[in-house]
């Protein structure tokens, strides 16, 4: 998919009152299918994972902290300690259902690497992460000159965990690198709700504080077509 083409539509999804979840794991879990097999990269404190294990997802984690897979098996959760740099290449080839990095990718020291085992040992890809190109962004960077910081990335630039940011834009282009197809997609605005336009991608990349995205493989397609030739 080019970045000069429109955009997919944006899904109508907000955050419902009362709801204790992030904006961006309640998007997530709701492009999973229930009773989906799903590894969670990168799964934090589990939080995600207890929001899918409410809609009847059987759902594992893997997390780099050991204190995050304290409090995840403290919860009764079904995770193990590893790094997504290094150990997803040793899971097999479609292995989940899904697979999700949220809010993982920019912390990853080879994203293109982690994104293509993503597609590989899960037949879909669900990623959300920060966009660098938000107009606050730009604005502290071109007026303030310095490293920008949000309420979404609020660590300063020298103990950030986040070494490879990237915006909607650029993760768009990557996807058409490594030839991954985007089902779904979904800017989220600073108070965490979906931009309701079909606007093309500049204005996502410009109007969006994070994206949400399901991905899954497009080479069987592109073979497919091939042989049909």
């Not at 799903?38 to 294990?53: A, P, R, S, T």
């Not at 098996?73 to 590893?82: D, E, S």
């Not at 997803?88 to 949220?102: E, Q, W």
Request: charged share 25%; glycine share 8%; proline share 5%.
């Amino acid at each position: 998919m080019s970045v000069e083409q429109p955009a997919l539509p944006l899904d109508e999804v907000a955050p419902r009152a009362g709801d204790r979840y992030r904006s961006d794991h309640l998007l997530l879990a709701e492009m999973i299918k229930p009773g989906s097999k799903v590894l969670d990269v990168g799964c934090g404190d589990g939080d995600l994972l207890q929001l899918l294990e409410t809609r009847g997802i059987d759902g594992r984690g893997i997390e780099l902290s050991r204190e995050g897979v304290n409090r995840c098996v403290a919860k009764g959760l079904a995770v193990v300690q590893g790094d997504a740099d290094t150990d997803l290449i040793n899971y097999p080839d479609d292995a989940f259902d899904y697979v999700i990095l949220s809010q993982t990718l920019q912390a990853t020291r080879q994203p293109k690497t982690v994104l293509e085992n993503l597609l590989r040992i899960g037949r879909h890809g669900v990623v959300s992460f920060p966009n660098f190109g938000y107009w606050k962004m730009r604005v502290q960077l071109l007026i303030g000159g310095h490293m920008p910081r949000t309420d979404n990335l609020p660590a300063t630039w020298y103990d950030t965990p986040n070494i490879h940011f990237c915006t909607i834009k650029d993760f768009v282009q990557l996807c058409d690198e490594i030839n991954v197809k985007i089902e779904r997609a979904v800017a989220l605005n600073l108070y965490g709700r979906p931009l309701r336009f079909n606007a093309p991608w500049w204005f996502w990349n410009m109007f969006g504080e994070q994206g949400v995205f399901l991905l899954s493989r497009a080479e069987k397609i592109a073979q497919a077509s091939t042989k049909d030739e």
